[in-house]
């Protein structure tokens, strides 16, 4: 999988690469934007590999489709896509329990130079659920790759890059 940035909003759009030849363009849209571009081969191994901090998956319910959004270093705000609305993960969902601004997923180094992954609510009146407890208000958990959270009637799970054994 290969992630470029949006030209209009600089979101990443990831895809597959591999469905495409050399000569080729590869047409893309946006998932925070709606902006349709494309990319030919050769510019697509022009832009620079984003680094893999993990993956957001919005599991599919009745408000909306399975959704995937990738993590980036420092804070990823997390809401309900609405028009005006400035987070870093906008879930396109009906869901109103899901508030513009729900909850931050914060991805840091520790004091041994790891990589970690918190999550705290924005203070969300719906709550942000971690393993079935509800977040305190000023409360922060550390995650782990496959951790299921729920905000609001939305659920998503963290998926984290696969590492060589060599790292552990």
């Given amino acids: 999988m290969k992630r ?7 979101g990443y759009v990831t895809f597959n690469e591999q469905r495409c030849d050399e000569g080729m363009a ?11 571009f494309s990319l030919l081969y050769e510019e697509i191994f022009m ?3 984003v680094p893999d901090y993990g993956t957001l998956v919005v599991l599919e319910n009745n408000c909306c489709e399975r ?8 804070e990823n705000v997390i809401g309900r896509r609405n028009k005006g609305t400035d987070v ?5 969902s009906s869901d109103a329990d899901l508030e513009r ?3 931050i997923i914060q991805v840091g180094s520790n004091r041994n130079g790891e990589t970690v992954y918190t999550l705290r609510d924005c203070s969300a009146r719906a709550g ?12 922060q958990v550390r995650l782990d790759d496959g951790d299921v959270v729920s905000i609001g ?16």
């Avoid at 590869?26 to 349709?36: F, Q």
């Avoid at 959704?67 to 420092?74: A, T």
């Avoid at 393993?131 to 208000?137: H, I, S």
């Avoid at 009637?153 to 552990?168: M, S, V």
């Fill in 4 to 10: 470029v940035l949006c030209p209009r909003c600089d």
């Fill in 26 to 36: 590869i047409h893309l849209v946006c998932p925070h934007c709606g902006k349709n």
């Fill in 47 to 49: 832009h620079p590999d």
């Fill in 67 to 74: 959704q995937e959004y990738p993590l980036s270093w420092g």
């Fill in 88 to 92: 870093d993960i906008a879930i396109e």
């Fill in 101 to 103: 601004r729900h909850c």
């Fill in 128 to 139: 942000t659920y971690f393993r079935q407890n509800r977040l305190g208000k000023h409360e």
């Fill in 153 to 168: 009637g939305t659920t998503f799970i963290l998926y984290l890059p696969a590492h060589d054994e060599e790292d552990k």
